[in-house]
């Protein structure tokens, strides 16, 4: 097929074309600080903590790397991998193939053998025979005797079980060629306060590394060296860094209802309320969290906390998205400012809550009944889920409105690197238009939805400010000032404002980032968290002579730019998480440009997105389709 | 909800209250409500209330959710904000604008359906974590602006206006709010004004959420014979078990203090609740005995009312939540944001 392509390809571009392609489509060829490991163990058995080590351990030896944690909807028995990456290229997308796959796990055996690139590394616990299942021609298999070490150095049935995990760190340390010196550091700081554990571990980890330097050829063909590209970079999730956005950002409210993967969202935001946010002299709290008894109470304290003048927030995922549709519609039609992280999962119902997904697209951008659209962010990493979080709080106030801010599983609780975060102390928040207790005094009869500067957008005034303020919110039908109506032209006047101040909002909410590259003859448009993967896609098809141009999406609705990129390419390829085309769908109606005229790329197992699915849609698309 | 704004007409001789305003000065819209409706005598107690207590209207809030009950924030105190909200979710609602701003007076309004249907589990909730607010419950058995549907609330028994008997057990705010652990809980009759009243200024004064279940007979649908929810009825079997009086704390407590009949409970900001002795061995600040009465008022076909529970010692959502005295919407915006240097030094821990 690579051939195939080639030669059709050189037929209809110019220069370009003059690479050799040696390796076949979508191999990559792995070596120093480019190549990919997992581990397949049983959750709840402490695996995530070596894990973390290992990938940390790269980073700190400069080299960029990025986690993956594939978990189970479970706490404890289930199969679990960890996926790291080491790219010198810095490239941050879900690798496709497994250069070395550490399989502790014997119900998954089959799959995690199978998993296995040629000619790469299977490494098991050889304290029993090897299973047949295990067997396979064209790979290199490893055997240490993880079981039998820890019986015989350790205590007690849990410290063994949880110190098998540093034990196989310690040998990958040696066959990756990880440098002890960081690893003995990293043990040391997370240990610093329990010199039991900090013995323990340092036993285990040497007892891995001596055992792999003995009896295995060490390093492997692929490995890590030492670089000096992550100086300037963090490890950090998506939901810890939108956290600190929110911190940031002023926030003080925040409701939400426990759910998989949101959780740990509201969790970082009360960690780092109690670092940055208590009284010093009281020791009283400058937030409040409510943990609601559902999404509905959830999305109602924040739009009550809203209308009183706070910088609230709740965050959740698909599921309770469902449930906060009608409050969602009754905060777009009063007007009251919300921020609503959705953290989406895969649907639809229950789905697959610990598996990734972008398919929530269409039901935050029209989310409840009536003639509703909102504005929503995609963040495409963590650093971006920081910023996002500010800005999302900015135009909530600004637009009066719910702000959504649709970030997944992948970039959530996966731990992505990215740049220190920055914060600069100029910044203070958009408030939008309130009106104070001297501007309202002012104010002979207050009207609460004028459009006094055409932008579509009224002045607002919060409660217990000013007598003069006081107006009635409601959710039915009303007239510019505020007042219930049943009148089409009163009610109509309203409407047809909300749809300006939504004109208005297109023009400032973040406007798409461009990839454009010379002589470009087709187009990628995508958003959120699949943009590491097309990033790498592009550099990829480029490999291979096709030029992609490639724009990422950041915000609902569509600034003018969006339709622009669309019409000025033939062959625009839509990349996104979600079986119905639910982007494309949206870029339709929104532009107007026909749902065809846009090829959907669409991938939703639930696991993040990997180039691979980028290269081979578009290349085979190519092939299919003369150009 | 329609509003018929009330024509600004004022009697030159109208009492005046500490800010100066007269009892005029708290009313809202005209009612559309049917005529003789239970709820406009409950409004007619706010206002009352409001205006005894002098309570700066700005500094209020109404909140209501869907409903005849949820209508009638509109038609007390026009100078207050209102927050007509979505059915059965006013408590919700009424927790984040408290959490936000913990210094403005909340009152929620709210019905049977709102409250014990569709809203059941956000006010057992709003209770729970003792949200400081009047919540007032106008019962009335069903549902009038959807046509005479049972609610929750009726009684097994009673019956529609075409004669259909309800089955299914009803539900009781007033036990339910006792066993949820709510630390202010009342029944009062819309009937019943001079009760009343004192019920809802204590409530308003309260350190917590006050409950206030008001039967408010709906005339249109469930004021027949055979209803248990209309006036009849509850003027027949209402049994004041425990009567009450409010002391607002600026009122110099007189010679009735000597009175042997009376229980005293001191309210968080100083007032006091005056209780005099209408039935025997009744404690209003036992969960216990007023459970007790209340379930074997009901076994007997009795409705009590009176203020059946006090407990001024429980801990509203704020003290629950540790926040700052300072009304989170006030904190300036530095008091919040720990800065680029903060976020360095944190910035470490992620390497």
Redesign the interface.
């Known amino acids: 097929m690579t051939e195939r392509m080639s030669e059709r390809k050189s037929a209809r571009m110019t220069t370009s074309m003059t690479t050799s392609m040696t390796a076949p489509l979508n191999q990559r060829v792995s070596g120093v600080n480019d190549f990919a490991f997992k581990m397949a163990t049983v959750n709840g058995t402490g695996s995530a903590s070596a894990n973390s080590l290992l990938m940390q351990a790269i980073f700190r030896m400069g080299i960029p790397v990025t986690g993956k944690n594939i978990f189970p909807s479970n706490i404890q028995g289930l199969p679990t991998v960890y996926e790291i990456r080491v790219s010198k290229d810095g490239y941050t997308g879900r690798p496709q193939h497994m250069d070395l796959v550490v399989a502790l796990n014997s119900s998954t055996y089959a799959k995690d053998v199978a998993s296995v690139r040629p000619g790469g590394c299977l490494l098991y616990d050889s304290s029993w025979p090897l299973e047949p299942e295990l067997v396979r021609e064209g790979i290199t298999i490893l055997g240490i005797p993880f079981g039998r070490m820890c019986v015989d150095a350790f205590q007690g049935d849990r410290n063994r079980t949880l110190l098998r995990n540093i034990v196989y760190a310690g040998a990958l340390a040696a066959l990756l060629d990880i440098d002890m010196d960081i690893v003995g550091q990293m043990l040391l700081e997370k240990f610093a306060k329990k010199p039991k554990l900090l013995d323990a571990n340092k036993t285990a980890i040497r007892l891995g590394y001596d055992y792999a330097k003995t009896h295995l050829h060490c390093p492997l063909p692929f490995h890590a060296q030492r670089m000096d590209a992550t100086r300037d970079s963090i490890i950090i999730d998506g939901n810890t860094a939108a956290a600190l956005g929110a911190v940031f950002a002023g926030a003080t409210v925040g409701a939400w209802y426990p759910i998989t993967p949101s959780t740990s969202l509201m969790e970082a935001f009360k960690e780092f309320c109690e670092q940055y946010r208590v009284d010093p002299e009281t020791g009283l709290a400058r937030y409040c969290i409510i943990q609601a008894e559902d999404e509905l109470a959830a999305a109602g304290i924040t739009i009550g906390a809203g209308w009183a003048g706070a910088r609230a927030f709740t965050n959740t995922s698909g599921p309770g998205i469902s449930l906060m549709q009608e409050f969602i519609g009754l905060a777009y039609y009063t007007e009251i400012p919300a921020v609503f992280y959705d953290v989406q999962r895969t649907g639809p119902a229950t789905g697959m809550p610990t598996r990734t997904q972008q398919s929530d697209l269409m039901s935050l951008a029209y989310a409840s009944h009536g003639d509703t659209k909102h504005i929503i962010l995609f963040p495409c990493d963590p650093a971006d889920c920081f910023q996002a979080s500010v800005t999302a709080f900015d135009l909530a106030e600004r637009f009066q409105t719910p702000v959504f801010v649709a970030s997944d599983l992948d970039i959530g609780m996966n731990d992505w690197m990215c740049k220190r975060l920055q914060w600069d102390d100029s910044y203070r928040p958009d408030r939008g238009k309130v009106l104070n207790a001297e501007q309202l005094a002012g104010v002979k009869k207050f009207s609460r939805y004028l459009d006094v500067d055409g932008d579509g957008i009224a002045a607002r005034s919060l409660p217990g400010v000013h007598p003069n303020g006081a107006y009635f919110v409601r959710g039915s039908g009303h007239d510019k000032h505020g007042a219930y109506t049943e009148e089409s032209d009163a009610y109509r006047e309203v409407v047809d404002r909300l749809a300006r101040k939504f004109a208005t909002a297109a023009t400032v909410v973040p406007a798409p980032e461009f990839h454009r590259q010379p002589d470009a003859h087709v187009a990628i448009v995508s958003l959120g968290s699949c943009h590491a993967a097309v990033l790498e896609s592009v550099d990829r098809l480029r490999d291979q002579g096709i030029i992609a141009d490639y724009m990422r999406i950041r915000a609902f609705p569509f600034c003018e730019s969006v339709k622009a990129f669309i019409a000025s390419h033939s062959a625009v390829f839509v990349v996104e998480q979600n079986r119905d085309a639910q982007l494309r769908s949206m870029l339709s109606i929104e532009t107007g440009l026909p749902r065809d005229s846009m090829i959907a790329v669409l991938d939703y197992g639930g696991m993040p997105l990997t180039a691979n699915v980028v290269v081979s849609a578009v290349a085979h698309h190519l092939t299919q389709v003369p150009a | ?3 018929i704004a009330k024509p600004p007409v004022r009697h030159p001789g109208l009492q005046r209250n500490a800010l100066g305003y007269t009892v005029r000065d708290y009313e809202g819209a005209m009612s559309t409500l049917c005529a003789g409706c239970g709820h406009d005598s409950v409004t007619a107690a706010l206002v009352q209330s409001f205006w005894e207590l002098a309570l700066p ?3 209020a ?1 109404k909140m209501s959710g869907i409903g005849c009950s949820s209508k009638t ?2 038609y007390f105190m ?9 059915h059965g ?1 006013m ?11 913990r ?2 007076t909340y009152i929620g309004i709210s019905g049977d359906g709102d409250s014990l249907s569709i809203g059941l ?2 006010l ?2 709003a209770i729970r ?1 003792n949200v400081r607010m009047l919540y007032v419950i106008e019962n009335n058995g069903v549902y009038g602006l959807t046509k005479g549907q049972f609610s929750a609330s009726a009684d097994v028994g009673s019956t529609s206006k075409r004669g259909e008997a309800n089955q299914q057990p009803p539900i009781d705010p007033v036990l339910l709010a006792l066993t949820l652990g709510a630390t202010f809980v009342a029944r009062g009759f819309s009937g019943d004004k001079a009760q009343l009243v004192p019920i809802l200024k204590a409530g308003l004064s309260h350190n917590g959420l006050a409950l206030v279940d008001v039967i408010s007979p709906c005339v249109t649908f469930n004021d027949h014979e055979g209803s248990t929810k209309s006036y009849k009825f509850t003027r027949e079997h209402d049994v004041e078990i425990s009567a009450a009086d409010f002391v607002p704390l600026r009122h110099e407590i007189t010679a009735q203090d000597s009175d042997e009949e009376m229980s005293v409970v001191t309210m968080h900001d100083g007032s006091t609740v005056r209780f005099r002795k209408v039935h025997d061995g009744y404690d209003p600040t036992s969960r216990e005995s007023a459970y007790a009465h209340v379930r074997a008022c009901q076994q007997r076909h009795e409705v009590a009312t009176g203020l059946l529970f006090i407990d001024e010692g429980g801990k509203d ?2 003290a629950l ?5 300072t009304p ?2 006030d ?1 300036p ?1 530095e ?6 240097a ?3 030094t ?2 470490n821990e ?2």
């Open positions: 909800m329609t509003s209207p700005h500094r809030a924030t509109a026009k100078q207050s904000h209102g927050f007509n909200s979505v979710r408590p919700s609602v009424t927790t984040g604008a408290n959490a936000a701003n210094d403005l589990g956000q057992s909730h974590r959502l704020h939540a540790g926040t700052v005295a989170l919407v904190l915006y008091q919040l944001c720990p800065g680029n903060a976020l360095q944190l910035m992620f390497r």
